[in-house]
């Protein structure tokens, strides 16, 4: 015997949730652009800025799309490759003492150029100057459309 499955019973039929705050709807849909690598110059050491290195980007952007799920229009959701290129132009021809600016840089272009509510960056940096073994440093920031 099958029960019918009311709203709210499971995750795929709970309600969007509230901001806290604002009661406002939070977006929980995201486009994730994951381990995009560039050759740049980002650093503090001599080293870094004379010889380049490989930086690693994620980047999460959330954003509801439901409008595009629905149409199945391209003009409903957010233009990946524009981001890609946004990202990548700054990280090669931009430079930064930190990769925490880096990203933070990065989360504000976004915001200002692209229509998302929330975007998390990630920067990682595999040849860390530090005497010790390591894979690499990684810095996240997270950060939303001011209301």
Known sequence: ??????????????????????????????????????????GVAPGEKRDGQRFFVDVDLYLDLREA????DI?????????FHLIKTTVESQRFYLIEALADHLAHAILEGYSVERVVVRV????????????????????????
């Open 1 to 42: 015997m099958h029960s019918r499955l009311r709203p709210g019973s499971c995750k795929a039929f709970s309600p969007r949730p509230r901001s806290s705050v604002t009661g406002a709807r939070v977006a929980p849909d995201r486009i994730s652009l994951s381990n995009m690598a560039f050759y740049a110059f980002h």
């Open 69 to 72: 799920a629905r149409s199945d």
């Open 75 to 83: 003009k409903s959701t957010v233009d990946y490759e524009g981001v």
């Open 124 to 147: 990682r940096k595999p040849s860390v100057p530090i005497q010790g073994i390591l894979d690499h440093t990684e810095v996240e920031v997270d950060r939303s459309r001011a209301k």
